[in-house]
């Protein structure tokens, strides 16, 4: 996690058992049965559970079976193998409506500006404009000026094409239709086919670059947040002035990006790092017929 956390945090949010008086086998082995199973690895059998956690047949049997009755695993009648089932959904639901994008987004916002020493910024897709919603600012004498709440155009901007990456074709189109690509620098991407050969790009690195697109000096990297429907939800970002986020730094300040777009991600159900970029690119195919990176200052 980006943001700092205390001994005791770490412990609670590890995944890691209990020590001492506190543990309770029961429960850490039924923990241990749900954690067993995986995107990769949907369905599986008693004898296999039982030979991953180094457990008797018997002792898993019985867990599964009482897991079943519960509602967190169903069981495959044909093949008798076991899968997670409705309950842990209807959980994972609760969970996700209690969250708060502001809120999650907050400390890994506050992360990035402290290890690259640039402005971090969060948005959101609206009429065709990227809303920023929270901001994080370098304590810089060079600050990117922006505002909370306001609209800025999607085409011209790093957190705008990362949220346009994930439109279907037919949408992108009208929306290009209706909207226009007004031009804000000598920069600014203006045709549509340009703007969907930029989006194909940012889809497959995972990243996009505003390179002076919306206001000449400043260079902006912008990443998507995925959540458990692995829809894109919002875009977060660093950007600077030219003298300080050089075309060097790009790749590095990107992998930080990166890392802490994940991270929000996960906290918001999106569990498969590097999901948008396929996701959108299966929603394309089927449309179209239709060290501390903070530099001196």
């Not at 945090?9 to 506190?22: I, L, T």
């Not at 600014?188 to 889809?203: K, V």
Request: proline share 5%.
């Amino acid at each position: 996690m980006p943001h700092k956390t205390t001994s005791h945090d770490a412990k609670q949010g590890s995944g890691e058992p209990p020590s001492g008086r506190y543990r309770i086998q029961a429960i850490e082995r039924a923990v241990a049965i749900l954690n067993a199973f995986s995107a990769e690895e949907p369905e599986l059998g008693v004898t296999e559970l039982a030979e991953r956690l180094d457990l008797h047949k018997s002792t898993v049997h019985r867990f599964v079976v009482n897991l079943e009755s519960a509602g967190f695993l169903e069981r495959e009648p044909r093949s008798g193998r076991y899968r997670l089932g409705l309950r842990i959904f209807e959980l994972g639901g609760l969970v996700m409506q209690q969250m708060n994008l502001w809120d999650e987004a907050l400390p890994f916002l506050e992360g990035l500006v402290r290890d690259t020493g640039e402005t971090g910024h969060l948005a959101v897709l609206d009429g065709g404009e990227a809303i920023y919603v929270e901001r994080v600012e370098a304590r810089r004498a060079l600050r990117v000026p922006s505002a909370i709440g306001r609209g800025y155009p999607a085409h011209a901007t790093n957190l705008g094409k990362v949220l346009l990456a994930d439109l279907p074709t037919a949408e992108l189109r009208e929306l290009v239709s209706r909207k226009g690509l007004h031009a804000y620098t000598p920069n600014t991407i203006t045709s549509l086919a340009e703007l969907e050969s930029e989006l194909d790009r940012i889809r497959e690195q995972g990243y996009a670059v505003d390179n002076e697109e919306y206001d000449e000096g400043l260079r902006c990297v912008g990443a998507p947040i995925v959540d458990h429907s692995g829809r894109v939800v919002a875009a977060i970002g660093i950007g600077g002035p030219v003298t300080r986020v050089t075309p060097e730094r790009i790749e590095p300040l990107a992998d930080v990006l990166r890392d802490a777009a994940d991270g929000l991600s996960r906290r918001l159900g999106g569990h498969r790092p590097g999901a948008y970029g396929q996701a959108s690119i299966e929603v394309r195919t089927e449309t179209t017929s239709l060290p501390s990176l903070a530099s001196t200052a």
